[in-house]
């Protein structure tokens, strides 16, 4: 199994521009999540989804929306890049069939550089 | 709502010497907590976690955390460091929102290890 697999792993972009985050995991998770990781601040939640067709916000979601079309894969849009979405952005997937504490399996990261 | 806290930001120790990295958490029941390893340019990795029963709590790579209710801490420990453990460590309360279960990071301690 690959895990949870991110695309791309590095991108610039400058401000106003587009661009989509995909990630993908081969462990049948219900659950997954975006997150990210600013120097000093630890991990932030965007948005999270529960299920296939399912998302919700975090903590931090202007600026970002999901999708979740189909159960493997969960998709981070930027509609107009801006110099604060400068920073590293983890997925992280999960399965909890009996409502215990989850663990959260995390991809490697896509460093995003908004100029 | 919940919070974690993670007060060295960096922490230096020699190889073969004790650690131990210290977590505070706030929130209001029952918390799960967790401890996640950070090597450079990776994702994030489960060393352990805690959600009922023993208060000590085995993980991998030789590493122990302690549930502490009345302290509300969950401090991680190592009785002999090496050095592959230089990386970033970050504490993370689990809470439940609906059917996931949400992770609010600390800010993270990185370890350096002398040799």
């Known amino acids: 199994n690959a895990g949870v697999t991110q695309t791309p792993k590095f991108r610039v972009l400058k401000t106003g521009q587009s661009m989509t985050l995909l990630c993908a995991q081969d462990?049948?998770?219900?659950?997954m999540y975006w997150y990210r990781q600013d120097p000093g601040m630890g991990l932030r939640l965007i948005h999270y989804s529960v299920g296939e067709g399912t998302t919700a916000k975090g903590e931090v979601p202007d600026g970002y929306n999901v999708s979740r079309l189909k159960k493997q894969n969960f998709l981070l849009g930027l509609e107009s890049a801006a110099p604060s979405q400068t920073s590293v952005y983890f997925c992280?997937?999960?399965?909890?069939?009996?409502?215990?504490?989850?663990?959260?399996?995390f991809g490697p990261g896509t460093r995003l550089t908004v100029l | 709502a919940q919070s974690v806290t993670q007060p060295d930001i960096h922490i230096t120790v020699s190889e073969g010497a004790s650690l131990e990295l210290r977590c505070n958490y706030s929130?209001?029941?029952?918390?799960?907590l967790f401890w996640y390893v950070q090597s450079p340019g990776q994702g994030l990795q489960l060393l352990l976690k805690y959600f009922s029963g023993d208060t000590l709590v085995q993980g991998i790579k030789g590493f122990e955390a302690e549930f502490k209710r009345s302290q509300s801490s969950f401090n991680l420990r190592k009785p002999s460091v090496h050095w592959s453990d230089a990386a970033e460590y970050f504490c993370?309360?689990?809470?439940?929102?609906?059917?996931?279960?949400?992770?609010?990071f600390g800010t993270g301690t990185r370890l350096q290890v002398t040799l």
């Open positions: 929130y209001g029941a029952t918390p799960y």
């Open positions: 993370a309360v689990g809470v439940r929102a609906g059917t996931a279960s949400k992770l609010t």
């Open positions: 462990m049948n998770h219900e659950y």
């Open positions: 992280a997937s999960s399965y909890d069939p009996q409502g215990q504490a989850d663990t959260q399996y």
